[in-house]
């Protein structure tokens, strides 16, 4: 009987459905657990027939994140979440300590609030966290392995190809989706990034099964060497939190292992640490907390042709004729690019005027006062022109803003 009841252990009934519970070894001899479907007629061979009415029989899969009171069936349903293995116990964590302060400088207490909601409310949104540096060594992998061994397999190690990828079946009841190495320079992919980020439900797709939707609560976390162009960020996007990642002052290989060691002790903190903020958005956080000089880097590398030449025309003409603002209509200006020798259409001038400052013109046809090119002393200068039409106006504080 005692064999029974351990086998009773390594099989469930999901709906119509065996499933063996067994512990698959990775490459480095980690054993991590997983259900493989099983036949009937494999079990009563192993088994013998009787020992089919001992095995727990469910209605269906469910995924219900928790990592302080995980209940491992909610109903009827087995949770497909994963419990994490650590038991929280008092102890010092001086190694995750040192690695919290290194990945968020000057915002630890923020990070610390970060990995907090994370462990206590795993369904709060969060910021999309996206690490970036140019430089070798500066522990933003080891960050992303720290994750792991806290959350074990609820997180996914996904690549850029993947992540474009229809199938997404391995998303599912995940934690943290992790890409290193990110290059999502398409806007097709920042919009998807976003998008996610901020949705409860999804449709999950796995290859030769139909489309089935289930809620999403994953958080995502970007790696990237590439400071200026990693994903495609716009103005006034609240939805990143962007840290420049410094060079490590010196490597200890041992590293990984003390952090993983100290991972009960940092969640005993974690679950007694009262909170540095209070909600203040769909994603927690204050926008203004999270909006870094490195967030401000990638927008403004992610502005188009067309809108930088356009600024610098404008700042151009509010330097050489000391003025506050200037007035125009989409003829004034392509005739100033015409002069300059600046390619850029209609169809893209209306969109950088229209989506990306979001300027409306003047309700009615009206007297402004523009600029065209003339020449003075030999020498070709900005000359003031009155004109008629349903002008936009911009600002040098606008202008320094963007």
């Not at 899969?61 to 087995?78: E, Q, R, S």
């Not at 003031?384 to 202008?399: A, H, I, N, P």
């Amino acid at each position: 009987m005692e064999n029974n009841e351990i086998w009773e252990d390594r099989f469930v009934r999901i709906a119509t459905t065996y499933y063996k519970t067994v512990m698959r070894p990775n490459a480095m001899g980690e054993l991590s657990e997983c259900r493989m479907p099983w036949s009937i007629e494999a079990i009563r061979q192993d088994y013998g027939k009787d020992f089919l009415a001992n095995i727990p029989k469910y209605d269906g899969f469910c995924c219900v994140p928790a990592h302080i009171d995980y209940k491992p069936v909610v109903g009827t349903f087995l949770n497909r979440y994963s419990p994490i293995s650590h038991i929280p116990m008092p102890g010092e964590w001086p190694t995750i300590e040192a690695l919290v302060r290194h990945i968020f400088g000057s915002q630890y207490d923020l990070g610390l609030d970060y990995l907090q909601l994370l462990y206590t409310i795993p369904l709060q949104k969060l910021p999309i966290l996206l690490l970036v540096s140019e430089e070798r060594n500066t522990g933003k992998s080891t960050f992303l392995n720290f994750l792991k061994a806290l959350f074990e397999a609820n997180v996914t190690f996904n690549t850029n190809e993947s992540f474009r990828s229809q199938f997404n079946s391995d998303w599912n009841g995940k934690l943290i989706i992790v890409v290193d190495e990110v290059l999502l320079n398409k806007r097709e992919d920042s919009e998807r990034l976003k998008n996610l980020s901020t949705t409860y439900r999804y449709k999950m797709e796995a290859k030769g099964q139909d489309r089935e939707e289930v809620s999403f609560f994953a958080k995502f976390v970007l790696c990237s060497n590439n400071e200026y162009l990693p994903v495609v960020i716009d103005p006034g996007e609240t939805r990143y939190w962007v840290g420049k990642i410094e060079r490590l002052q010196h490597d200890d290989t041992a590293f990984l292992d003390k952090v993983r060691a100290e991972i009960p002790a940092f969640l005993h903190h974690l679950s007694a640490r009262q909170l540095s903020t209070t909600e203040k958005s769909r994603m927690w956080f204050d926008p203004a907390l999270t909006d870094t000089e490195a967030l401000q880097r990638i927008i403004r590398a992610n502005r188009n042709r067309v809108e930088i030449e356009l600024a610098e025309l404008l700042m151009d003409i509010m330097v050489t004729k000391n003025v506050d603002s200037v007035s125009f209509c989409m003829n004034d200006i392509l005739n100033l690019f015409d002069y300059q020798r600046v390619k850029a259409d209609r169809t893209a001038l209306r969109k950088v005027i229209q989506e990306c400052w979001k300027l409306s013109p003047a309700p009615n046809s009206l007297s402004y006062t523009t600029y065209q090119i003339g020449v003075f002393l030999n020498e070709p200068a900005y000359v003031e022109s009155r004109k008629v039409g349903r002008f936009y106006t911009v600002t040098r504080q606008m202008l320094d803003n963007l």
